[in-house]
C-alpha cells in the first residue's frame, strides 16, 4: 500500500479519539490499491498522541502507574513511539538582573608560543585571571570577588584554561537575596575568532550548570564580544539544549530526571538583535533533530518496530513548518512491484511488514538542488541465522543511521533552509529468525537488477541500503546522494567509537564533508575506496555477494554499496557504527548535525 501524507491531508482526516494509538498502520495484506487513508485505523487517529512529541498541543508523556508507556500486547505489535519533550528551559537575549545564578566567562592568558609543550599542567605557570568587559565590571561592584573564586580554585580551574570548565559557586546577598557567581572557563584568550567546537562545550556547560544548581528559576550568562557573533550563539544554543535532553520515557517515580527541572530561563549578556534570536532559535531546532536521534536509538525494540517509526515519519511530516515535509510509506506491496528483492529479503523474518519510509522537504522558492540522505533503518538486528554471538543486547542502535536522517529532516522541517529539495529516505525492517528468514545461501535480485549471494545474514544492512539507493538514483533522481549506517565492527576497530568513516571517489563530497564535520562536531574521517579489495566480493552463482573477507570488511562494504548508486553521480558512504553509542549516556544523537548542514549548505 502505497500512502502519501502531506500535512494538510492528515490534520483533515484525523479526529480526536479515546484509542490508546496514535497512527495505526495496518499489518494486514491488503491490496496495493487500497488506500491507507480509507482504513478504519486511520479514521480513530488521536491528535493528542499526535503531537506528543511535537509542537501541536503542549502535552508531555503520558505516565501512568497503569501504563507508562505503550508497549505491545500479546499479539500485536507496538504501533507508535513516544518522543520526550523539549527542554522548558527558555535561552533569551538579555541581562543578569534577576537572575538567580550568574555565570561568567573568563579567559585564561593567551598561549605562550615560546613555552615547551613537553611541560606537564602541573608545571606550567598559571597566567592572570582575564576579566574583559562586563565582567571586569563585575568583578570591580563585587570588591574582587570573580579574582578570589578563581584563586581559591587554582588548581582545578586553572584561571579558565579548559574551556567549559567551572568553579563552585560563590554566593553573595543582594538587596535581601541570595545570588550565586560560578566562572566559566572559555580556555585561552584566542587571537582567531572562537570555533564551533569551544561554543559547544561552553553551551553543554552551561546546560550542566544550571543542572546542578538547584532550587534556581533564572539563570544568566556573560561573555566577552569574542563569543558574540551569530554563528557562536548558534552553536551554543545547539549545545545547549541537546544537554537538557534526558530520555524519561521507560521510568517512573523517582526515577524520572528532568534536567534543570526549576530554572525558566537562561539569559546570554547580548544587545537585542534579531540576529542573535535567529541564532538561538536555530540552535533550538537543530536540538530538536539530536534529541529526535537520540528517541529514535534508545527505544528497545519491542516498542520501536518498522510500523512505529513509519508512524514517528508521518507525525514528523505533520509538525513541520506550513507542511514543508510529505511523507510517503511504501509498503510490502510496493516494494515489490520495483523489485526490492535485497530489502523484502531480509525484512522476512520479522515481526512487522517493511515499511519504505520516503520523506520529501521542499522550499519554498526555486529549487537549485535535489539530494537525497538514505539511513540504515534495522530497528533489531540479531544477525539472522548467522546469530550474533556478543553485543545483541546492543542492536538495537542498529538503527543509528536511520535515526540521524529521520533527526535531521525534523531539523530541517523547521529550519526551512533555500534552494534545497531534500528526500530522506529509510528501508525500515529487523532482522530476526523465523520460517521465512533469509538463510546463509540465498538469492536476492536488487531492485536495479543485480543478483546477490548471501553469504552471511548479518551483513544484511547493505542489502536493504541496495535497494534504498537504486530508489534514491533511479527513481527519484537525486543529482547527490550521502548515505549513513552502522554498517561494519571493521570500521569501529579502524577509527574507535568517536569517528565515522567516510568512503567516496568524489573529492568535492568528500571535501565538504570534512568540513561540515569539523563545524558540527560529528568527527569523520575520509577512507579509501580500494577497488582491488572488490575481488572479495566476487560470487561463485551470483553477481556479487554480500560479504568479503575477513580484513579490509568496512572497505568492501563501501564497495558493495557503490554497484547500487550510478557511478557518475557524486556519493559517499558513512559507517556510523562507532559514534552512535556511548555505553554510559546511551545514544549519542550523531549524525543529525552533520546531516542538516549538509542539506543547508546543498541550497546555496
Given at each position: 500500500m502505497r500512502t502519501i501524507f502531506p500535512r494538510a491531508v492528515l490534520l483533515t482526516i484525523l479526529?480526536?479519539?479515546?484509542?490508546?494509538?496514535?497512527?495505526s498502520l495496518s499489518s494486514s495484506t491488503a491490496?496495493?490499491?487500497?488506500?491507507?487513508?480509507?482504513?478504519?485505523?486511520?479514521?480513530?487517529?488521536?491528535?493528542?498522541?499526535?503531537?506528543?512529541?511535537?509542537?501541536?498541543?503542549?502535552?508531555?508523556?503520558?505516565?501512568?502507574?497503569e501504563r507508562p508507556f505503550q508497549t505491545w500486547s500479546y499479539d500485536s505489535p507496538c504501533e507508535t513511539m513516544d518522543w520526550n519533550p523539549d527542554s522548558k528551559v527558555s535561552l533569551l537575549v538579555g541581562d543578569e538582573a534577576d537572575a538567580d545564578l550568574v555565570i561568567v566567562g573568563v579567559f585564561a592568558p593567551a598561549i605562550d608560543e615560546d613555552s615547551s609543550e613537553e611541560e606537564t599542567e602541573a608545571e606550567k605557570e598559571l597566567g592572570p585571571l582575564v576579566l574583559a568587559e562586563r565582567a571586569a565590571e563585575l568583578d570591580e561592584k563585587l570588591e574582587g570577588l570573580l579574582k578570589e573564586l578563581a584563586a581559591e580554585n587554582g588548581k582545578e580551574f586553572r584561571n579558565g584554561?579548559?574551556?567549559?570548565?567551572?568553579?563552585?559557586?560563590?554566593?553573595?546577598?543582594?538587596?535581601?537575596?541570595?545570588?550565586?557567581?560560578?566562572?566559566?572557563?572559555?580556555?585561552?584568550?584566542?587571537?582567531?575568532?572562537?570555533?564551533?567546537?569551544?561554543?559547544?562545550?561552553?553551551?553543554?556547560?552551561?546546560?550542566?550548570?544550571?543542572?546542578?544548581?538547584?532550587s534556581i528559576t533564572k539563570a544568566a550568562v556573560i561573555l566577552p564580544s569574542q563569543l558574540t557573533d551569530a554563528s557562536t550563539i548558534q552553536h551554543f544554543s545547539t549545545a545547549f539544549y541537546t544537554n537538557l535532553y534526558s530520555d524519561n520515557r521507560y521510568r517512573t517515580g523517582k526515577k524520572v530526571e528532568v534536567k534543570a527541572e526549576s530554572v525558566e530561563s537562561v539569559s546570554i549578556s547580548l544587545p537585542s538583535s534579531e540576529d542573535y534570536t535567529s541564532a538561538i532559535q536555530t540552535g533550538l531546532y537543530l536540538a530538536r533533530g539530536v534529541s529526535m536521534t537520540k528517541d529514535i536509538v534508545n527505544a528497545p525494540h519491542n516498542i520501536l518496530n518498522s510500523v512505529s517509526l513509519a508512524d514517528t515519519a508521518m507525525r514528523l511530516a505533520v509538525e513541520s513548518e506550513d507542511g514543508c515535509i510529505t511523507c510517503e510509506i511504501l509498503g510490502k506491496d510496493e516494494c515489490e512491484e520495483r523489485g526490492m528483492g535485497a530489502y523484502l529479503g531480509v525484512a522476512r523474518g520479522a515481526e512487522t511488514e517493511p515499511k519504505f519510509i520516503h520523506l520529501v522537504y521542499k522550499p519554498k522558492g526555486e529549487v537549485k538542488k535535489k539530494v537525497g540522505i538514505v539511513g540504515k533503518g534495522l530497528l533489531f538486528d540479531t544477525g539472522g541465522y548467522n546469530i550474533k554471538t556478543s553485543m545483541m543486547e546492543l542492536m538495537k542502535f542498529d538503527c543509528g543511521g536511520a535515526a540521524a536522517v529521520i533527526g535531521a529532516a525534523r531539523a530541517i522541517g523547521y529550519m526551512r533552509p533555500e534552494g534545497v529539495e531534500a528526500h530522506f529516505i529509510?528501508?525500515?525492517?529487523?532482522?530476526?529468525?523465523?520460517?521465512?528468514?533469509?538463510?546463509?545461501?540465498?538469492?536476492?535480485?536488487?531492485?536495479?537488477?543485480?543478483?546477490?549471494?548471501?553469504?552471511?545474514?548479518?551483513?544484511?544492512?547493505?542489502?536493504?541500503?541496495?535497494?534504498?539507493?537504486?530508489?534514491?538514483?533511479?527513481?527519484?533522481?537525486?543529482?547527490?546522494?550521502?548515505?549513513?549506517?552502522?554498517?561494519?565492527?571493521?570500521?569501529?576497530?579502524?577509527?574507535?567509537?568517536?569517528?565515522?568513516?567516510?568512503?567516496?571517489?568524489?573529492?568535492?563530497?568528500?571535501?565538504?564533508?570534512?568540513?561540515?564535520?569539523?563545524?558540527?562536531?560529528?568527527?569523520?574521517?575520509?577512507?579509501?575506496?580500494?577497488?582491488?579489495?572488490?575481488?572479495?566480493l566476487k560470487s561463485k552463482i551470483a553477481d556479487i555477494s554480500n560479504l568479503g573477507d575477513?580484513?579490509?570488511?568496512?572497505?568492501?562494504?563501501?564497495?558493495?554499496?557503490?554497484?547500487?548508486?550510478?557511478?557518475?553521480?557524486?556519493?559517499?558512504?558513512?559507517?556510523?557504527?562507532?559514534p552512535v553509542w556511548d555505553d554510559k549516556v546511551g545514544s549519542t544523537g550523531f549524525g543529525a548535525k552533520l546531516v542538516s548542514e549538509w542539506v543547508r549548505r546543498q541550497g546555496e
Open positions: 479526529r480526536p479519539s479515546s484509542s490508546a494509538s496514535a497512527f491490496a496495493s490499491s487500497t488506500s491507507l487513508l480509507a482504513s478504519p485505523s486511520l479514521k480513530s487517529l488521536s491528535l493528542s498522541r499526535i503531537a506528543r512529541g511535537g509542537s501541536l498541543t503542549p502535552s508531555a508523556l503520558s505516565m501512568t502507574k584554561e579548559e574551556a567549559g570548565g567551572v568553579t563552585p559557586a560563590a554566593r553573595v546577598v543582594e538587596g535581601g537575596k541570595a545570588k550565586r557567581y560560578v566562572l566559566l572557563g572559555l580556555g585561552p584568550l584566542p587571537k582567531d575568532p572562537i570555533d564551533s567546537v569551544t561554543a559547544m562545550k561552553l553551551g553543554a556547560s552551561v546546560a550542566s550548570s544550571i543542572h546542578t544548581h538547584k529509510v528501508a525500515a525492517c529487523s532482522n530476526m529468525i523465523n520460517s521465512k528468514a533469509l538463510v546463509p545461501s540465498d538469492v536476492l535480485t536488487a531492485s536495479n537488477g543485480k543478483t546477490i549471494e548471501v553469504l552471511n545474514t548479518d551483513a544484511e544492512g547493505r542489502l536493504t541500503l541496495a535497494d534504498a539507493l537504486v530508489y534514491a538514483d533511479k527513481e527519484l533522481g537525486c543529482e547527490s546522494i550521502i548515505e549513513l549506517s552502522t554498517l561494519t565492527g571493521a570500521c569501529m576497530i579502524s577509527l574507535g567509537k568517536k569517528i565515522c568513516g567516510v568512503w567516496t571517489e568524489n573529492d568535492d563530497l568528500a571535501k565538504s564533508i570534512e568540513e561540515i564535520s569539523k563545524v558540527t562536531g560529528d568527527k569523520s574521517w575520509r577512507m579509501p575506496m580500494a577497488h582491488e579489495y572488490k575481488e572479495q575477513r580484513y579490509g570488511g568496512a572497505i568492501t562494504a563501501a564497495l558493495f554499496l557503490q554497484e547500487f548508486v550510478s557511478k557518475k553521480k557524486p556519493f559517499a558512504h558513512l559507517d556510523i557504527a562507532g
